[in-house]
């Protein structure tokens, strides 16, 4: 069995594209909304967390766990993989490292602007992990602290939500206008795409001073799909020990009410689910 984890919702983003590409396979989601935003908490409160949900989705039965979530995986994943684990039985994988692997033949300008959590900002990582790719591409970071909130208080389709989403952009291209390529670096975020979408067209036409050619979005839902299917081939033996017999099954966990989590959850993915409740 395949473990997702995220703070929250942001995960389902992600798990929606593997589930897909990897049908194959049965999926324990887990969502810590109950403790969500991780963005703003410290580095020890974040490991200490991503570590009980690892512990948890192991005990039943994950021999695979996706940090869906860009701030555990920046923050936790590192040391939980070199301390935490017996990669005999159990690997964890993080989201960072194949999101950073496809920007390079993505951009022209070689302007890269990354828009994550305080915590990820924080972290460097994505400016580090970039460099390794690309020594000349320049990096630019925009913490949008807002915006995991409106995403976890389903405020995120409001005319509320387009105040916040213009600021984060409007911050980021102002401190950097040759920006062609942003990278949604937060698992939430592709819940508000169309909005980010829709400003970034709206000032490409206009004669704004961060009026700019085609600005890619990248999110990291089919790349972080793309990238697990890799690693299952390069690993048969954990791809054996993941695999299911019968139909998929997807398992919905979540530290907040479970009333709420299938309510919110069916939204984001389009169809009824049903989530459980427990406790870390
Ligand atoms: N989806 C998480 C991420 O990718 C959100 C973190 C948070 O809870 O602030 O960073």
């Known amino acids: 069995m395949i473990g997702v984890f995220d703070?929250?919702?942001?995960?389902?983003t992600i798990l929606n594209h593997i589930r897909q590409h990897l049908p194959q396979y049965n999926y324990l989601y887990l969502g810590d909304n109950a403790r969500a935003p991780y963005g703003t908490r410290s580095f020890d409160v974040i490991y200490e967390y991503t570590l009980q949900a690892v512990n948890y989705l192991h005990e039943q039965g994950c021999n695979l766990i996706i940090l869906a979530c860009n701030t555990a995986s920046a923050k936790a994943l590192r040391t939980i993989q070199q301390h935490d684990i017996n990669p005999d039985e159990l690997r964890v994988l993080g989201v960072i490292r194949p999101t950073v692997e496809v920007v390079p033949q993505r951009t022209l300008t070689k302007h890269i602007g990354v828009l994550a959590t305080p915590g990820t900002v924080a972290s460097e990582s994505y400016v580090i992990e970039l460099l390794k790719q690309d020594p000349t591409l320049v990096v630019t970071q925009q913490a949008c602290p807002m915006w995991v909130p409106l995403i976890e208080a389903g405020e995120h389709l409001s005319e509320g939500a387009n105040y916040f989403v213009e600021k984060y952009l409007t911050e980021l291209l102002t401190r950097d206008p040759m920006i062609d390529t942003i990278i949604l670096g937060c698992t939430h975020y592709p819940l508000l795409q169309p909005k980010i979408e829709a400003f970034l067209s709206s000032i490409s036409h206009s004669q704004s001073p961060i009026a700019n050619r085609h600005i890619s979005v990248i999110a990291q839902g089919h790349i972080v799909a793309d990238s697990l299917m890799d690693y299952l081939l390069r690993h048969p033996d954990i791809a054996?020990?993941?695999?299911?017999?019968?139909?998929?099954?997807?398992t919905y966990l979540t530290t907040e009410s479970a009333t709420k989590f299938s309510e919110s959850a069916s939204i984001f993915l389009s169809e009824p689910i049903t989530a459980h409740h427990i406790e870390l």
């Open 240 to 250: 054996e020990r993941a695999k299911i017999g019968g139909k998929q099954t997807v």
């Open 7 to 12: 703070s929250g919702y942001g995960g389902l």
